[in-house]
């Protein structure tokens, strides 16, 4: 095992040997304790590396490969071309494996199977650790085959059997909707995207039961987008009047409803109380006004992914497990 000095340009690399002899160690344990590998005291493995920090060395990752019969990378295996939810699951992922010296190869299959085939055989064939997969959306999908660890990640597999982390949408809108009765908002409406998605349903389901009598009329289902919020509020204004708070099911669609009511003449949140759910900064921050909504904890989601998977990649039990959202106050419920 080779080591080479940082921050010293045309120095000779130094060999293991240096760090054993600083240590005070043989060179067999000063390999085992850079690996991570071998029955070695705790102490012994931290003399070790910090012999190792205090020379400034770096290790050989091909030899610490070799020598462990594993690649120390990951795959990552998205649909989300744009990034908006695979990429805070990568960063929390990365959070947890970078711990472990492991490194994340990013594939984009654009939702493309031919691609994701593709992928898969590519990373076998680099003989990756284990598989992330995620996506833009929370609708279960097929399992991939393949003979490694996989950890599926906000985009859950239709497999029990899989390790799938998803988040807590019915938790996220009961607490949105919960917000909005403190406030002492008695007539809602709710507001959300395609019947047919999973997080819609969900999270009508949520603000349904936490709403109760409160609730005026059925969730209106649309799209995922500011479009539908200004169509939805004129929808609801040809049906019952009176409506003091509107839940919605992403930033997007509550950014059109507080566009559509300020065009109306009515103040958010003064006349009508409006909530998002995503926490999408885009979008959230830029609304007039700035949007209570809630935080996916995409990151959080992520880390728990990424431990799953080093556990399955240790040879260590995992499950699947759900990460529970967080209310974000802001101005278009609270006011100025």
């Not at 910090?50 to 594993?70: H, Q």
């Not at 990378?73 to 990365?94: H, K, N, Q, W, Y």
């Not at 494996?97 to 654009?110: I, K, N, P, Y």
């Not at 921050?285 to 996916?296: F, G, H, I, K, N």
Request: aromatic share 4%.
């Amino acid at each position: 095992m080779t080591l080479e000095r940082s921050g010293r340009p045309g120095s000779d690399p130094v060999r293991i040997t240096d760090v054993a002899a600083l240590a005070g160690v043989s060179i067999g344990t000063a390999s085992k304790a850079l690996n991570g590998t071998g029955q070695l005291r705790d102490e012994t493995r931290a003399r070790v590396r910090a012999a190792a920090a205090k020379l400034g060395f770096v290790g050989d990752a091909r030899g610490r490969a070799l020598s462990s019969g594993r690649s120390y990378t990951v795959g990552m295996i998205t649909t989300d071309s744009f990034g908006r939810f695979s990429i805070p699951v990568l960063l929390g992922a990365e959070d947890v494996l970078s711990a472990g010296q492991m490194a994340v190869l990013l594939c984009d299959t654009r939702d493309d199977h031919v691609r994701e085939s593709h992928y898969l055989r590519s990373l076998v064939a680099r003989r990756v650790d284990g598989i992330i997969v995620t996506g833009r959306s929370a609708d279960p999908r097929p399992p991939i085959d393949v003979d490694i660890p996989v950890v599926y990640a906000f985009t859950p597999s239709t497999d029990p059997a899989d390790v799938s982390v998803t988040l807590d949408d019915e938790h996220g809108a009961a607490l949105v909707a919960s917000h909005l009765l403190t406030l002492g908002r008695r007539r809602v409406a709710i507001v959300t995207g395609p019947a047919w998605a999973r997080s819609a349903t969900r999270r009508v389901d949520g603000a349904t039961r936490a709403l109760g009598s409160a609730l005026v009329g059925p969730a209106l289902y649309g799209e995922w987008s500011e479009r539908w919020g200004r169509q939805a509020v004129d929808v609801l204004d040809r049906g019952e009047g009176g409506i003091d708070a509107i839940v919605c099911g992403s930033d997007q669609i509550a950014r059109g409803v507080c566009d559509r009511l300020r065009e109306l003449g009515r103040s958010v949140p003064g006349d009508v109380a409006v909530a998002g759910f995503d926490d999408w900064d885009v979008m959230a921050l830029a609304s007039r006004p700035p949007l209570t909504t809630v935080d996916l904890r995409l990151e959080e989601l992520g880390r728990v992914a990424g431990q799953a998977l080093l556990d399955l990649i240790e040879g260590s039990a995992a499950r699947s497990a759900t990460v529970t959202p967080t209310l974000v106050l802001r101005e278009s419920t609270l006011g100025a």
